[in-house]
T-cell receptor, first 112, second 116 residues
Framework: GENVEQHPSTLSVQEGDSAVIKCTYSDSASNYFPWYKQELGKRPQLIIDIRSNVGEKKDQRIAVTLNKTAKHFSLHITETQPEDSAVYFCAAASGGSYIPTFGRGTSLIVHP | GAGVSQSPSNKVTEKGKDVELRCDPISGHTALYWYRQSLGQGLEFLIYFQGNSAPDKSGLPSDRFSAERTGGSVSTLTIQRTQQEDSAVYLC??????????????FGPGTRLTVL
């Protein structure tokens, strides 16, 4: 089955800095890669996703890049703000299985 | 429109009792998932429903856990003879099943289960 590794487990940055969270996956058939943000005590929410037919996708301050050859994808947050503080989960899913495999999460702390 | 809802929001029970957790997915979403999240941990997949197909139960941790989905909509997760290690937040998520492969999931607020 699919295995998703996520790093780092904790990331601490100063407000205004950039943050990068990286994930690797094992199943070359995976073709859908969503990212979820979970604030303390709240539900996970989809913030951005990418499919394997593109290499990069942006939405305002967040972007996701995908390297299919190396089987890794990353979340980039620019100009971080305190409200970006949360746990971020990456996931991978293939067209043959609609059950995504989640990474273990990254706790992002943005210091004002 | 309305999002995914779950009830109860909190449930405290005694060890050995049975509990039922309910999930109302977004209308029209044919895929429904149950996850378990222990404090400070990731998302543990439990079970997946898709339309009228047989559910994928590969994530259920023991035969004390079961789930149903009636009429392709509301789902109930049942835990029999609860144990203290069952204490966690149980999250439900739904997703549309459209052409083009998997889609993002919409999560409910969760049910926090505490087994004393």
């Amino acid at each position: 089955g699919e295995n998703v590794e996520q790093h780092p487990s904790t990331l601490s940055v100063q407000e205004g800095d950039s943050a990068v969270i990286k994930c690797t996956y094992s199943d070359s058939a995976s073709n859908y890669f969503p990212w979820y943000k979970q604030e303390l005590g709240k539900r996970p929410q989809l913030i951005i996703d990418i499919r394997s037919n593109v290499g990069e996708k942006k939405d305002q301050r967040i972007a996701v890049t995908l390297n299919k050859t190396a089987k890794h994808f990353s979340l980039h947050i620019t100009e971080t703000q305190p409200e970006d503080s949360a746990v971020y989960f990456c996931a991978a899913a293939s067209g043959g299985s609609y059950i995504p495999t989640f990474g273990r999460g990254t706790s992002l702390i943005v210091h004002p | 429109g309305a999002g995914v809802s779950q009830s109860p929001s909190n449930k405290v029970t005694e060890k050995g009792k049975d509990v039922e957790l309910r999930c109302d997915p977004i209308s029209g979403h044919t895929a429904l998932y149950w996850y378990r999240q222990s404090l400070g941990q990731g998302l543990e997949f439990l079970i997946y429903f898709q339309g009228n197909s047989a559910p994928d139960k590969s994530g259920l941790p023991s035969d004390r856990f079961s789930a149903e989905r009636t009429g392709g909509s509301v789902s109930t997760l049942t835990i029999q003879r609860t144990q203290q290690e069952d204490s966690a937040v149980y999250l439900c998520a739904s997703s549309p099943r459209l052409a083009g492969g998997p889609k993002g999931q919409f999560f409910g607020p969760g049910t926090r289960l505490t087994v004393l």
